[in-house]
C-alpha cells in the first residue's frame, strides 16, 4: 500500500462519500413519495437513482482510488437504510415482506457486532464481498417490483421475497464466517 492510499483511507470529503450521503438525504423523500402522495413511479425513480449513485460511487472510489474506511463504513449503512425505510413503506401493502424487514435487522445486528468486533481486534475495515452486492440487487428488484407492479400476485410477491431471503440468510452466515476467521487471526 502506498503512501497516497493510506492518505486516501483517512479523507472524509470525497466525492464517493459525498454520494454516500446524498442516498441517505433521499430517503425521506422516497418514503414521503411513497406513503404520503402514493406516487409509486416517482418513488421507484427515487428509489433507482438511489441505487444509481450507490454503483457510481463505488466506480469512483475503485477507479480514482478514493476508498476511504469511512466510506466503507457509511456504503454499507446507507445500503441498508434505504432497504430496510423502503421495505417498512412497503408493509403497509404487503405483509409477506414482514420477513425480509425482520431477518434484516437480526442480520444487521449480528453481523455487525461480529464486524465491529474484528475491526477492533485488526483495526482493519472491509469492504462489502460479492453475496451482500447480490443481496442488495435482490432486494433493490424485490422492491421495484413491489412499488410499481400495484396488483402483484401473491405467489410472485412470495417466490420473490424466499428468493431474497434466503441470499440474505446465506449472506449473513458468509459475512459472520468471515468475522469469525478474523477473530481466530486466520487469513480471508
Not at 492510499?5 to 466525492?15: G, P, Q
Not at 437513482?49 to 466510506?71: E, N
Not at 434505504?82 to 412497503?90: D, G, K, P, V
Amino acid at each position: 500500500m502506498n503512501e497516497q492510499t493510506i492518505d486516501n483511507r483517512k479523507r472524509i470529503f470525497t466525492v464517493p462519500n459525498l454520494l454516500t450521503c446524498l442516498r441517505l438525504l433521499m430517503i425521506p423523500l422516497f418514503m414521503w413519495l411513497y406513503l404520503a402522495k402514493q406516487k409509486y413511479a416517482e418513488t421507484a425513480a427515487v428509489l433507482l437513482l438511489s441505487g444509481l449513485t450507490d454503483i457510481v460511487d463505488g466506480f469512483i472510489a475503485r477507479r480514482f482510488d478514493l476508498v476511504s474506511d469511512l466510506g466503507k463504513a457509511l456504503d454499507p449503512v446507507a445500503d441498508k437504510l434505504t432497504e430496510f425505510c423502503m421495505l417498512l413503506c412497503l408493509l403497509s401493502r404487503f405483509d409477506v415482506l414482514r420477513l425480509l424487514a425482520v431477518l434484516m435487522v437480526a442480520k444487521e445486528l449480528v453481523c455487525g457486532a461480529a464486524t465491529l468486533a474484528a475491526i477492533k481486534k485488526t483495526g482493519e475495515v472491509l469492504s462489502a464481498e460479492w453475496h451482500g452486492k447480490l443481496c442488495t440487487c435482490l432486494l433493490y428488484l424485490t422492491i421495484v417490483l413491489h412499488i410499481l407492479w400495484i396488483d402483484i400476485p401473491f405467489q410472485v410477491s412470495f417466490v420473490l421475497t424466499a428468493v431474497t431471503f434466503v441470499c440474505l440468510v446465506l449472506s449473513m452466515v458468509l459475512y459472520l464466517w468471515r468475522s469469525i476467521r478474523l477473530l481466530l487471526g486466520k487469513p480471508v
